[in-house]
């Protein structure tokens, strides 16, 4: 089966020798981004040191834009390594996803709701 991020025709946010960024297509919030490794490797367990440098300066870059044109009020930076992680797509991709206030009713535990009975403590 084809790869949906090798083979992705969609309009590149940034690119680099080694990550490329989309805006997601079943977006969280408004302005949530994928940072998308261009080599075909499923985990970010499997990438190099180059490859790491390459997607923290995505994500720096692409926040700075954010930051101009959403306005965001927090951010969440998720990835998902694995079926059991909830990886729909096994291509290493990482969640750049602005946060606004308001946008759900309680955001407290944040990330720990991807196990929803555990997000509150």
């Keep these: 089966m084809a790869c949906l991020f ?19 297509a079943y977006p969280v919030t408004k302005g949530h981004i994928l ?5 075909h490797i499923e985990s970010y367990f499997q990438t190099t040191k180059e490859e790491r440098r390459a997607l923290d300066k995505a994500i720096f870059t692409l926040k700075s ?3 101009k044109e959403t306005m965001p009020d927090g951010y ?41 009975n555990r997000q509150k403590y």
């Design 6 to 24: 090798c083979e992705t025709n969609k309009e590149l946010l940034y690119e680099d020798d080694l990550v490329f960024a989309i805006y997601d």
């Design 35 to 39: 940072v998308i490794v261009k080599r």
């Design 65 to 67: 834009i954010l930051d």
């Design 76 to 116: 969440n930076i998720g990835i998902n390594n694995g079926r059991a992680a909830g990886q729909t797509v096994m291509h290493l991709h990482i969640h750049l996803i602005p946060r606004y206030n308001g946008d759900t009713k309680d955001p407290r535990g944040g990330v720990r709701g991807v196990i929803a």
